[in-house]
């Protein structure tokens, strides 16, 4: 089992920008696939982005071209780079870690969007 803790939510403008972190504990965090997900209260929880232990990125077509993931293994962090915020970004931002079977999730982060 891997530890999960978000950081880096909070309220911006639309137009703006916010840069989310997830820490994972442990000494096999360059094994997992790492994704975050995102759920608002009219919408169910969805993948925003993943990167793979190998370095793989994917994305939805909602956040293409504005959301950017990367891990760095020394620090047992991924970061979400979220540029171009539209309202309809605001949600509970969560972290995920996936070894083969073995799935955990992080608390969540807020982030809200917003003039």
């Known amino acids: 089992q891997v530890q999960l803790v978000e950081f880096g939510g909070g309220y911006v403008q639309p137009g703006g920008s916010l840069r989310l972190s997830c820490v994972a504990s442990?000494?096999?965090?360059?094994?997992?696939?790492i994704s975050w997900y995102r759920q608002s209260p009219v919408t169910p929880r969805e993948l925003v982005a993943s990167v793979s232990s190998a370095g793989s990125t994917n994305y939805a077509d909602s956040v293409k071209g504005r959301f950017t993931i990367s891990r760095d293994n020394a620090k047992n962090t991924v970061y979400l780079q979220m540029n171009s915020l539209k309202p309809e970004d605001t949600a509970v931002y969560y972290c995920?870690?996936?070894?083969?079977?073995?799935?955990?999730w992080g608390q969540g982060t807020q982030v809200t969007v917003s003039s």
């Open positions: 995920r870690s996936l070894i083969g079977t073995l799935i955990d």
């Open positions: 442990g000494s096999s965090f360059k094994l997992y696939t």
